[in-house]
């Protein structure tokens, strides 16, 4: 006669955490996944603040950055002034364009949505490629600016002409691409016709990087990441009930419109703010939310702080790449996440048609 043990109960998926006045809960695997990309990304960057034609040990960077003493004193001007700045400003790039990549997602319902796809990225470029070819000397701040009201007008202008009575994820996507298509022939029109040294800038531009980025870039970058990335993590819960369908969304108490509508603004001011400061950095979007979905779920408390984390790490890897690759010449971040990205988007369409 044998006595077996009884099973031990399934420990449960979710982690509730309680504060005062506050109760959320989160995938288990979210803090440890959330941790090994910091900790994955901070590596990242340490390893390219070091590479160049003045190579610096990865723990002399880490206590530059820290004000620590090093024994040379070239270090604080190489590593403060001339590479810190480029690495955070590669990273918030690619923190905005995974949360925003995972907000048009859900939004749409679609996996193939991205600012880039749905033509918001194409109005920040057309914006900021007009001031560069024809107004020319701008100051840095005013171009995320500018080119958040491109974004925002293309963006309207899906919402309103998409618009039959309600707002159909299919219908946001085709008439997003044909408005991306119109600002990508705009914009080609606009460089066909400019100065060549303005031209040679603004192509570029259009490819995607983080070349030569300093304090003036991140600086007007940094209030649109503190403010719409945490207004972002706030909205999770109403984008996965309207993930779950506009019904489904209205049942739970959701005003779909106006949260859909929020949430768009939210994706369209990421995706503005980091074509103003690095460029169209392509695929980014598309990439990020696939990853962190297969590692932590689909629930947007959870996936969208660690899309924006592997976002990041990814912006900073394909910097690291493109400097390190074919040095001394330097790749655009967007030509490198573009060669990834590509056979990345066609294996989802295959997956989509034959899965």
Known sequence: MSIEAPPRPARAPWLTVRTRGLSFRIDRRVPPVLALALLAMLAAMVV?????????PPIDVVRTVLGLPTGNEDYAFIVNTLRLPRMLVAALVGLALGV????????????????GILGISAGAGLVAVTLIVVVREVPAGVIPVAAFGGAT???SLIYLLAWRGGDSPIRL???????????????????????????????????????????EEFWPLLPWIVVFVPLAFVLARDLNALNLGEEVARGLGSPVAWRRGLLLLTAVALAAATVAAAGTIGFVGLMAPHISRRL???????????????GALIVVAADLVGR???APIELPAGLVTAAVGAPFFIGLLWRQRHG
């Open 173 to 215: 996507i085709l008439v997003g691409i044909g408005l991306g298509a119109i600002c990508g022939a705009a914009t080609t029109l606009m460089i066909t016709f400019g100065d060549i040294y303005d031209v040679q800038r603004a192509l570029i531009w259009l490819t995607g990087s983080v070349y030569g980025r300093s304090w």
């Open 153 to 155: 007008i293309v963006a």
């Open 48 to 56: 390219n603040i070091g590479v160049g034609e003045y190579p610096i």
């Open 100 to 115: 925003a990549g995972a907000i048009m997602q859900g939004l749409t319902r679609n996996p193939l949505a991205d600012p």
């Open 296 to 310: 932590v779920g689909p629930d947007h408390s959870g996936l969208l702080p660690t899309a924006g984390v592997i």
């Open 324 to 326: 390190t690759l074919f």
